[in-house]
């Protein structure tokens, strides 16, 4: 069966440091993608980044990257020099094969501190 | 200029009324969902549609009933409402589900309140 698992419900880091959320996933299907969504407090779901299973590297946007360790099937995100505004939920999710649907983790509070 | 647009944002209503979500997206996609965020934050698919028919519908009481008069707008009537049905509802839109990087963009979401 597949599933995604985000084993910190929360966290809280000083601004400016590099954060790391944790997010493993099973599948034994070999042709899936991950993303990464926030969801600040305003409620809206922001989209921040996709790997796909065959992705030779790991996929950056900006602050943000996705640290893809096929072998452990991790997708952690890691959020460098962290601000404030990042203050939010994190889900990480995955779409497996051709399957239109995406399946959420239960999410990881993220708390920036001044 | 608002890609995926949902209303209402706050919907508050008693048990047993029928209410209606309505959604729509300017991205020119062909696919859209709705998705079910509880109080718990748990985020799951209800339906999704490509080009108006009906591509998945995941056990959901059938006092929920999408409709999508175009490829555009998906929306989501719901009858006789339970306390139970209180949650966040998310309207989302992709491009064509055959692409690999099949990402998915939300709109606000709905907070639906049964009282």
């Known amino acids: 069966a597949q599933k995604i698992t985000q084993t910190q419900p929360g966290m809280f880091v000083q601004e400016k440091e590099a954060v790391t959320l944790d997010c493993t996933y099973d599948?034994?299907?070999?042709?899936?993608?991950l993303f990464w969504y926030k969801q600040p407090s305003s409620g809206e779901m922001i989209f921040l980044i996709y790997?796909?299973?065959?992705?030779?590297q790991n996929a950056t946007e900006g602050r943000y990257s996705l640290n893809f360790q096929k072998a452990r099937k991790s997708a952690n995100l890691v959020i460098s020099a962290s601000q404030l505004g990042d203050s939010a939920m994190y889900f990480c999710?995955?779409?497996?094969?051709?399957?239109?649907?995406?399946?959420f983790g239960k999410g990881t509070r993220l708390h920036i501190l001044p | 200029d608002t890609a995926v647009s949902q209303t209402p944002k706050y919907l508050v209503t008693q048990m047993g009324n029928d209410k209606s979500i309505k959604c729509e997206q300017n991205?020119?996609?062909?696919?859209m969902y709705w998705y079910k965020q509880d109080s718990k934050k748990f985020l799951k698919i209800m339906f999704s549609?490509?080009?108006?028919?009906?591509?998945i519908n995941e056990t959901v009481p059938n006092r929920f009933s999408p409709k999508s008069p175009d490829k555009a707008h998906l929306n989501l009537h719901i009858n006789s409402l339970e306390l139970g049905d209180s949650a966040v509802y998310f309207c989302?839109?992709?491009?064509?589900?055959?692409?690999?990087?099949?990402?998915?963009?939300f709109g606000a979401g709905t907070r639906l309140s049964v009282l």
């Open positions: 989302a839109s992709s491009q064509e589900v055959r692409l690999a990087k099949n990402i998915q963009y």
């Open positions: 599948t034994s299907d070999p042709s899936y993608g």
């Open positions: 790997q796909g299973s065959y992705d030779q």
């Open positions: 999710a995955m779409r497996v094969g051709r399957d239109d649907k995406i399946i």
């Open positions: 991205l020119g996609h062909d696919t």
């Open positions: 549609y490509n080009n108006k028919e009906l591509i």
